[in-house]
């Protein structure tokens, strides 16, 4: 894949002295929606306004967009306010009349990028624009799948692209609407630095007391960019009411985002550091959630030796996994040490945990 840093340069001149701020409706509902927010937010730091035209939904019988009216909703809002535009894209079509309405930055949804058939037909409806164009994570936690699609997208020579995190589904119940997985688009960034990264903090959340948080995070791992779900009467919008915010919310946090300039060495330095830790943040989060599961593995376990009177300290069972952990962690630069720490205090808390369920 070629590093792609003509987007970049386009994100640096639209942004300014800050990140690329997206914001607006989940959803356009009627044209004084659409305008009323425009105008509320052409003097915040959003410079491109976004709204749902057509809206693919999980289930039928919810409210799936306005269609194409809604394309010359968005005209008359760039028009009156200067803002640029941007949409969502699910096939052929929908590019077509996107492009006739002179939309200016394309989005590529979730459940759209999970289909190599459809991600390869937008594709080749976009072949050779300039326009950019913006490819969200799949459904599904799959890094190669969502590099397949871009890839699609450099294949049809689309020039300027960049993607958009904004988290996966999964059925475990957590804090998330969509668990970020942070470590997913880190290796991303990791691998493809020239490639934009903007977070979509509203899909993630799913509520708006925490969008906040996770845009810092974004920054502080170095985002180029927010699209923020935003709309004057949040509580009453027709999709997604839970995970939009204010205008004047979405000012006052981008004026107590913390952001990062690279101004020296020290300044650098201080970025680089930044970044590294919250990275270690990210994982440790992740370590606590995979030990929490863990646990809960125990809890079956005590319940299942508990209804077979079965003794909880299984010898055998415990020196294979530990001869195992030992040979993996020196796979992983672990030392012998460090995996008989580790593990030998993951064992003990699995003990209590059996025999908490077997003594109640």
Same mark, same amino acid.
């Given at each position: 894949?070629?590093?792609?840093?003509?987007?970049?340069?386009?994100?640096?001149?639209?942004?300014?002295?800050?990140?690329?701020?997206? =914001?607006?409706?989940?959803?356009? !509902?009627?044209?004084?929606?659409?305008?009323?927010?425009?105008?509320?937010?052409?003097?915040?730091?959003?410079?491109?306004?976004? =709204?749902?035209?057509?809206?693919?939904?999980?289930?039928?019988?919810?409210?799936?967009?306005?269609?194409?009216?809604?394309?010359?909703?968005?005209?008359?809002?760039?028009?009156?306010?200067?803002?640029?535009?941007?949409?969502?894209?699910?096939?052929?079509?929908?590019?077509?009349?996107?492009?006739?309405?002179?939309?200016?930055?394309?989005?590529?949804?979730?459940?759209?990028?999970?289909?190599?058939?459809?991600?390869?037909?937008?594709?080749?409806?976009?072949?050779?624009?300039?326009?950019?164009?913006?490819?969200?994570?799949?459904?599904?936690?799959?890094?190669?799948?969502?590099?397949?699609?871009? !890839?699609?997208?450099?294949?049809?020579?689309?020039?300027?692209?960049?993607?958009?995190?904004?988290?996966?589904?999964?059925?475990?119940?957590?804090?998330?609407?969509?668990?970020?997985?942070?470590?997913?688009?880190?290796?991303?960034?990791?691998?493809?630095?020239?490639? @934009?990264?903007?977070?979509?903090?509203?899909?993630?959340?799913?509520?708006?007391?925490?969008?906040?948080?996770?845009?810092?995070?974004?920054?502080?791992?170095?985002?180029?960019?927010?699209?923020?779900?935003?709309?004057?009467?949040?509580?009453?919008?027709?999709?997604?009411?839970?995970?939009?915010?204010? @205008?004047?919310?979405?000012?006052?946090?981008?004026?107590?985002?913390?952001?990062?300039?690279?101004?020296?060495?020290?300044?650098?330095?201080?970025?680089?550091?930044?970044?590294?830790?919250?990275?270690?943040?990210?994982?440790?989060?992740?370590?606590?959630?995979?030990?929490?599961?863990?646990?809960?593995?125990?809890?079956?376990?005590?319940?299942?030796?508990?209804?077979?009177?079965? =003794?909880?300290?299984?010898?055998?069972?415990?020196?294979?996994?530990?001869?195992?952990?030992?040979?993996?962690?020196?796979?992983?630069?672990?030392?012998? !040490?460090?995996?008989?720490?580790?593990?030998? =205090?993951?064992?003990?808390?699995?003990?209590?945990?059996?025999?908490?369920?077997?003594?109640?």
């Amino acid at each position: 894949m070629k590093n792609n840093k003509q987007l970049r340069h386009w994100l640096d001149a639209m942004a300014l002295n800050h990140p690329l701020v997206i =914001a607006g409706p989940c959803s356009a !509902e009627t044209e004084d929606q659409v305008l009323k927010i425009a105008h509320q937010l052409k003097d915040t730091d959003a410079t491109v306004l976004r =709204a749902g035209i057509w809206k693919p939904r999980t289930r039928p019988g919810n409210f799936e967009g306005v269609g194409a009216l809604g394309l010359k909703w968005l005209q008359r809002a760039k028009e009156e306010t200067g803002m640029l535009t941007t949409t969502e894209v699910a096939n052929a079509n929908h590019v077509d009349l996107a492009m006739k309405h002179d939309i200016d930055i394309l989005w590529i949804g979730a459940r759209t990028t999970v289909s190599p058939f459809i991600v390869q037909e937008i594709a080749d409806a976009l072949r050779g624009t300039d326009k950019p164009v913006l490819v969200k994570n799949p459904v599904n936690p799959d890094l190669a799948l969502w590099l397949g699609a871009v !890839e699609r997208f450099y294949h049809a020579d689309v020039k300027n692209l960049g993607v958009i995190h904004r988290g996966f589904s999964t059925y475990e119940k957590t804090r998330y609407r969509n668990n970020p997985e942070w470590q997913i688009p880190i290796d991303l960034q990791n691998k493809f630095p020239d490639l @934009p990264l903007i977070l979509d903090p509203s899909h993630i959340a799913g509520r708006r007391d925490i969008i906040f948080d996770l845009c810092q995070t974004a920054l502080d791992l170095n985002y180029d960019g927010l699209m923020v779900e935003t709309h004057f009467d949040p509580d009453n919008a027709w999709s997604d009411a839970k995970q939009q915010i204010k @205008p004047e919310t979405l000012d006052q946090m981008t004026v107590d985002l913390r952001i990062r300039k690279e101004e020296g060495d020290a300044v650098e330095f201080k970025n680089k550091l930044a970044t590294a830790r919250t990275k270690i943040d990210v994982v440790d989060h992740q370590l606590l959630e995979i030990l929490g599961k863990r646990m809960r593995i125990s809890d079956e376990i005590g319940s299942l030796k508990k209804k077979n009177n079965v =003794a909880i300290l299984q010898t055998k069972r415990w020196n294979e996994i530990l001869g195992k952990m030992i040979l993996q962690g020196e796979e992983q630069n672990l030392s012998e !040490e460090f995996i008989l720490k580790i593990f030998k =205090a993951i064992h003990q808390e699995s003990i209590n945990h059996q025999k908490q369920v077997i003594n109640t």
